[in-house]
């Protein structure tokens, strides 16, 4: 499966944004698929992830402030984040699994697409 994550771009402090994480290749309706975003200088970090039943789980740092979700028909995994803070400037990619449960670990996603920046300025 090929993933195309987009939809970063600028926004306020306290502002909302949306990625999208789109499928080609492979319907995604049987993967689990994972958010994580990288800072510079820092590691890879999990944000949320959804399973094939749309079970869900998210890092306590954005619990509350992002939702994952999913669009089977368009193939597409969503990331909204609101109450965006700067110190959520990072670049976001998704990554897939074929294992059906929720994944928290970096190593545990074999496929993954680029990154999309997103810079939040306060």
């Known amino acids: 499966v090929q993933l195309q994550a987009s939809g970063g771009g600028l926004v306020q402090a306290g502002g909302s944004l949306r990625v999208s994480c789109a499928a080609s290749?492979?319907?995604?309706?049987?993967?689990?698929v994972g958010w994580f975003r990288q800072a510079p200088g820092k590691e890879r970090e999990f944000l949320a992830s959804i399973n094939w039943l749309g079970g869900t789980a998210y890092a306590d740092s954005v619990k509350g402030r992002f939702t994952i979700s999913r669009d089977i028909a368009e193939n597409t995994v969503y990331l909204q984040m609101n109450s965006l803070e700067p110190e959520d400037t990072a670049v976001y990619y998704c990554?897939?699994?074929?294992?059906?449960?929720?994944?928290?670990?970096?190593?545990?996603?074999?496929?993954w697409g680029r990154g999309t920046q997103v810079t939040v300025s306060s």
């Open positions: 290749g492979r319907t995604f309706s049987s993967y689990t």
């Open positions: 990554a897939a699994s074929e294992v059906p449960y929720i994944r928290r670990l970096r190593n545990e996603y074999p496929y």
